[in-house]
């Protein structure tokens, strides 16, 4: 299956999960899509002084690409300065969270997959 960006859902998501702004969120794949068990595919644009709260991830992975920009990710309480190439991966029941610090979009590959 071939999606172009055009045919893609976009959806604005305010303060997510108590945080700051708002991040688009461009799903590649509908969760229908996917054969295996994922809740999301998506890229998502996290503009500067925007961000995602901190939320935990039970009986779920959450793999984060770094595609554009630089931030901080919050790793189980532990802050890190991201930029292009980076890769997160949270589970296990861990938290994460992220802030864009920066001064252009922070754009993240995301997908989560459940078990």
Same mark, same amino acid.
């Given at each position: +299956?071939?999606?172009? =960006? *055009?045919?893609?859902?976009?959806? /604005?998501?305010?303060? +997510?999960?108590?945080?700051?702004? *708002? /991040? !688009? %969120?461009?799903? $590649?794949?509908?969760?229908? &899509?996917?054969?295996?068990? /994922? ?7 996290? =503009? =500067?002084?925007?961000?995602?709260? *901190? ?10 690409? %770094? ?6 990710? &919050? ?7 991201? *930029? =292009?190439?980076?890769?997160?991966? !949270? ?11 920066? &001064?252009? &979009?922070?754009? %993240? !590959?995301?997908? %989560?997959?459940? $078990?």
């Amino acid at each position: +299956m071939i999606r172009k =960006p *055009s045919e893609m859902r976009t959806e /604005v998501r305010k303060n +997510m999960r108590g945080a700051p702004g *708002s /991040v !688009t %969120i461009q799903h $590649y794949f509908a969760k229908e &899509d996917i054969e295996a068990d /994922v809740r999301l595919c998506a890229r998502l644009v996290i =503009p =500067p002084g925007a961000g995602i709260g *901190s939320h935990q991830h039970e009986k779920e992975d959450e793999i984060f690409i %770094i595609q554009k920009g630089t931030g901080l990710i &919050d790793d189980n309480g532990t802050q890190v300065r991201v *930029s =292009p190439g980076d890769a997160i991966l !949270t589970g296990k029941g861990g938290s994460h969270a992220v802030l864009n610090d920066g &001064d252009a &979009d922070l754009e %993240i !590959t995301a997908m %989560i997959m459940c $078990y």
